[in-house]
């Protein structure tokens, strides 16, 4: 069994950073893809970003250029930058992961129904 712990979330203004973090647990082997997901009041679930086991990355098109997907085997933790945020940006912000190995490579467009494994979610807040 997998647990994952999101932190770092919190309330900023637009423009702001944040850095939020996933600490992952209790599985020795690396998961074919881990991912940061978003979902907002009323909305549904969106990916962020994802990282495939090979370290390709993807990026929703909304947060290109703006988030930065990273991660530290060493500590089994997986990090979400989100610079230049806007309002549009605040949203509970779970990570997850799968161990399907047809991800290994490239998990871009992943559906969320194939990632296992959730955290239970940090809230980001961006106000204008």
């Known amino acids: 069994q997998v647990q994952l712990v999101e932190s770092g979330g919190g309330s900023v203004q637009s423009g702001g950073s944040l850095r939020l973090s996933c600490a992952a647990s209790g599985y020795t082997y690396r998961s074919a893809c881990m991912g940061w997901f978003r979902q907002a009041p009323g909305k549904e679930r969106e990916g962020v970003g994802v990282?495939?086991?090979?370290?390709?990355?993807t990026y929703a098109d909304s947060v290109k250029g703006r988030f930065t997907i990273s991660q530290d085997n060493a500590k089994n933790t997986l990090y979400l930058e989100m610079n230049s945020l806007i309002p549009e940006d605040s949203a509970m912000y779970y990570c997850?992961?799968?161990?399907?190995?047809?991800?290994?490579?490239?998990?871009?467009?992943?559906?969320?129904?194939?990632?296992?494994?959730w955290g239970q979610g940090t809230q980001v807040t961006v106000s204008s």
């Open positions: 990282i495939a086991g090979s370290g390709t990355t």
């Open positions: 997850a992961a799968t161990y399907r190995a047809t991800y290994y490579y490239t998990c871009g467009g992943a559906p969320v129904a194939d990632f296992t494994y």
